[in-house]
Nanobody, 124 residues
Framework: QVQLDESGGGLVQAGESLNLSCVAS?????????MGWFRQAPEKEREFVAV????????VYLPSVKGRFTISRTNAKKTINLQMNSLRPEDTAVYYC????????????????WGQGTHVTVSS
Protein backbone atom coordinates (compact mmCIF):
# COMPACT_ATOMS: atom_id res chain seq x y z
CA GLN A 1 0.00 0.00 0.00
CA VAL A 2 1.07 3.54 -0.78
CA GLN A 3 -0.36 6.68 0.78
CA LEU A 4 -0.12 9.97 -1.10
CA ASP A 5 -0.49 13.30 0.68
CA GLU A 6 -0.85 16.49 -1.34
CA SER A 7 -0.28 20.06 -0.25
CA GLY A 8 0.15 23.50 -1.75
CA GLY A 9 -3.27 24.27 -3.14
CA GLY A 10 -4.98 27.60 -2.61
CA LEU A 11 -6.65 30.64 -4.10
CA VAL A 12 -4.67 32.79 -6.54
CA GLN A 13 -5.36 35.30 -9.27
CA ALA A 14 -4.92 34.60 -12.95
CA GLY A 15 -1.29 34.83 -13.98
CA GLU A 16 0.06 33.85 -10.59
CA SER A 17 1.84 30.63 -9.57
CA LEU A 18 1.43 27.72 -7.17
CA ASN A 19 3.63 24.76 -6.31
CA LEU A 20 1.91 21.53 -5.39
CA SER A 21 3.73 18.84 -3.44
CA CYS A 22 2.98 15.17 -2.85
CA VAL A 23 4.71 12.92 -0.36
CA ALA A 24 4.48 9.14 -0.63
CA SER A 25 4.46 6.90 2.43
CA UNK A 26 3.59 3.35 3.28
CA UNK A 27 4.99 -0.15 3.08
CA UNK A 28 6.08 -0.20 -0.54
CA UNK A 29 7.41 3.26 -1.30
CA UNK A 30 10.82 1.95 -2.41
CA UNK A 31 9.22 0.40 -5.50
CA UNK A 32 9.89 2.24 -8.80
CA UNK A 33 6.57 4.06 -9.09
CA UNK A 34 5.75 6.48 -11.84
CA MET A 35 3.89 9.40 -10.30
CA GLY A 36 1.83 12.28 -11.50
CA TRP A 37 -1.14 14.59 -11.18
CA PHE A 38 -4.75 14.43 -12.28
CA ARG A 39 -7.40 17.10 -11.76
CA GLN A 40 -11.16 17.37 -11.64
CA ALA A 41 -12.96 20.64 -12.22
CA PRO A 42 -16.53 21.21 -11.00
CA GLU A 43 -19.02 19.23 -13.09
CA LYS A 44 -16.27 17.88 -15.34
CA GLU A 45 -14.59 14.52 -15.67
CA ARG A 46 -11.24 13.83 -14.06
CA GLU A 47 -8.33 14.45 -16.44
CA PHE A 48 -4.65 13.70 -16.62
CA VAL A 49 -2.34 16.71 -16.06
CA ALA A 50 1.27 15.48 -15.89
CA VAL A 51 3.26 12.34 -15.17
CA UNK A 52 6.91 11.60 -14.47
CA UNK A 53 8.73 8.29 -14.63
CA UNK A 54 10.63 6.74 -11.73
CA UNK A 55 13.97 8.05 -13.00
CA UNK A 56 12.55 11.42 -13.97
CA UNK A 57 13.75 10.87 -17.52
CA UNK A 58 10.27 10.80 -19.03
CA UNK A 59 7.49 13.32 -18.57
CA VAL A 60 4.15 13.75 -20.28
CA TYR A 61 1.84 16.78 -20.01
CA LEU A 62 -1.71 17.68 -20.87
CA PRO A 63 -1.33 19.93 -23.93
CA SER A 64 -3.11 22.87 -22.29
CA VAL A 65 -0.58 22.99 -19.42
CA LYS A 66 2.61 22.26 -21.37
CA GLY A 67 4.99 25.19 -21.07
CA ARG A 68 3.22 26.49 -17.96
CA PHE A 69 3.44 23.50 -15.59
CA THR A 70 6.57 21.55 -14.65
CA ILE A 71 6.57 18.21 -12.85
CA SER A 72 9.62 17.05 -10.90
CA ARG A 73 10.53 14.47 -8.29
CA THR A 74 13.01 13.85 -5.50
CA ASN A 75 13.12 10.12 -4.85
CA ALA A 76 15.23 10.45 -1.72
CA LYS A 77 12.37 12.43 -0.17
CA LYS A 78 9.64 10.36 -1.89
CA THR A 79 8.23 13.62 -3.16
CA ILE A 80 6.94 15.01 -6.42
CA ASN A 81 6.13 18.61 -7.21
CA LEU A 82 4.03 20.41 -9.77
CA GLN A 83 5.14 23.98 -10.40
CA MET A 84 2.20 25.80 -11.96
CA ASN A 85 2.89 29.15 -13.58
CA SER A 86 0.66 31.55 -15.51
CA LEU A 87 -2.42 30.04 -13.95
CA ARG A 88 -5.75 30.49 -15.66
CA PRO A 89 -9.32 30.32 -14.33
CA GLU A 90 -9.78 27.09 -16.30
CA ASP A 91 -7.05 25.49 -14.15
CA THR A 92 -9.43 25.65 -11.19
CA ALA A 93 -9.90 22.08 -9.95
CA VAL A 94 -9.11 19.56 -7.27
CA TYR A 95 -5.63 18.22 -8.02
CA TYR A 96 -4.86 14.58 -7.16
CA CYS A 97 -1.46 12.98 -6.77
CA UNK A 98 -1.28 9.52 -8.33
CA UNK A 99 1.17 6.62 -8.48
CA UNK A 100 1.51 3.37 -10.41
CA UNK A 101 4.26 0.91 -11.23
CA UNK A 102 3.10 1.01 -14.87
CA UNK A 103 3.93 4.34 -16.52
CA UNK A 104 1.63 3.72 -19.48
CA UNK A 105 -1.31 2.75 -17.32
CA UNK A 106 -0.88 5.91 -15.29
CA UNK A 107 -0.89 8.09 -18.42
CA UNK A 108 -3.94 6.24 -19.72
CA UNK A 109 -5.90 7.23 -16.64
CA UNK A 110 -5.92 4.17 -14.46
CA UNK A 111 -3.35 4.75 -11.71
CA UNK A 112 -3.33 2.33 -8.84
CA UNK A 113 -2.99 4.87 -6.03
CA TRP A 114 -4.68 8.23 -5.47
CA GLY A 115 -4.29 10.96 -2.90
CA GLN A 116 -7.19 12.82 -1.33
CA GLY A 117 -6.70 15.92 -3.45
CA THR A 118 -5.85 19.58 -2.92
CA HIS A 119 -8.02 22.47 -4.13
CA VAL A 120 -6.71 25.04 -6.58
CA THR A 121 -8.86 28.07 -7.36
CA VAL A 122 -7.80 30.68 -9.91
CA SER A 123 -9.82 33.88 -10.01
CA SER A 124 -10.02 36.10 -13.08
Amino acid sequence: QVQLDESGGGLVQAGESLNLSCVASGRNTFAPYAMGWFRQAPEKEREFVAVISWTGGSTVYLPSVKGRFTISRTNAKKTINLQMNSLRPEDTAVYYCVADLDFSRLVAGGPQYWGQGTHVTVSS
